[in-house]
């Protein structure tokens, strides 16, 4: 259990949550409700290796206060040592729930990242979708690197919105590294979604269904954007293969000697 009393399994030196979806989402919600500046990660493959690579981008993630499964890849890791329950909690699930939720909730989001057009479509599509959602405020940040200091000025403007859940779009590690920058100085839960901006405005397609549950999401995804993510993937995906059934390997001769013991 984490300090949230929730359960965790460490995948590659991250402990990434395995409660299920609704709870997961149910406690994102409630931290919302309460103004409580949280912040949640939504790992993936990508995720894990960064962390791997880099120690400070590791001890972040284990210090937020959740880290969703949205990879299927961490999904089989788990169940492969015993976390059969394990299920994906993705980020394209979680903002739809989370706004849905929170529509019903008098909970008011905030959207950070990508570009005013594309937050111009999301907020249209929002307000289709759930007409009784509030949303506080958008902001589509400079593209520069991540400022040493904290936006005194985005700070005031998120905490004067009144917004409980604020959905960061500015892409891995780059949001992660905002998040903890932003920690108990913006009062709100804050929510690392990537690449969930440009999907849900229907800048990009979303992978389909079967390509999701079959961990295929990345193949969908570099077919769309290959002069991005071809590298990424090239350099991420054969380390985590490797990693990952090595744990595993690990994880059973552990318990098998506990057995015979």
């Known amino acids: 259990m984490d300090k949230n009393g929730m359960p965790t399994k460490d995948l590659i030196g991250v402990p990434v949550y395995f409660s299920s ?9 409630t931290w919302a409700r ?29 210090n937020a206060d959740l880290v969703t499964p949205d990879g299927m890849p961490l999904v089989w890791m788990m169940k492969l040592m015993g976390v059969k329950q394990a299920e994906r ?30 937050l111009e479509k999301i907020c249209q599509r929002l307000k289709n979708e ?8 958008m902001y589509s940040p400079p593209f520069a690197p991540l400022s040493l200091n904290p936006d005194i000025s985005i700070i005031k403007t998120i905490n004067d919105s009144g917004a409980g859940i604020v ?7 780059k949001q992660e590294l905002w998040m903890a920058q932003y920690r108990e100085k913006i009062q709100a839960v804050m929510i690392g979604v990537g690449a969930v901006f440009p999907i849900y ?34 350099t991420t995906i054969p380390i985590f293969i490797w990693l990952a ?17």
């Open 21 to 29: 979806f609704d709870e997961q989402v149910s406690q994102i919600v």
């Open 130 to 137: 759930f007409p009784k959602l509030n949303i506080a405020g």
């Open 89 to 118: 909690v993705a980020g394209m699930d979680i903002f739809h729930t989370a706004c849905e939720q929170a529509s019903t909730a008098q909970i008011s989001v905030f959207l950070l990242g990508s570009s005013p057009e594309v």
């Open 167 to 173: 959905f960061v779009a500015l892409g891995c590690p």
């Open 201 to 234: 405005a229907g800048v990009l397609k979303q992978a389909p269904k079967f390509m999701r549950n079959a961990g295929l999401e990345w193949l969908f995804r570099l077919t769309q954007e290959p002069s991005r993510l071809w590298y990424r993937y090239t």
């Open 34 to 62: 309460n103004y409580q500046s949280k912040m949640v990660c939504v790992a993936n493959v990508h995720m894990l290796i960064e962390a791997w690579q880099n120690s400070h981008f590791a001890d972040l993630l284990r």
């Open 245 to 261: 059934l090595k744990q595993i390997w690990l994880h059973r001769i552990y318990y098998s000697a506990q057995n015979e013991s």
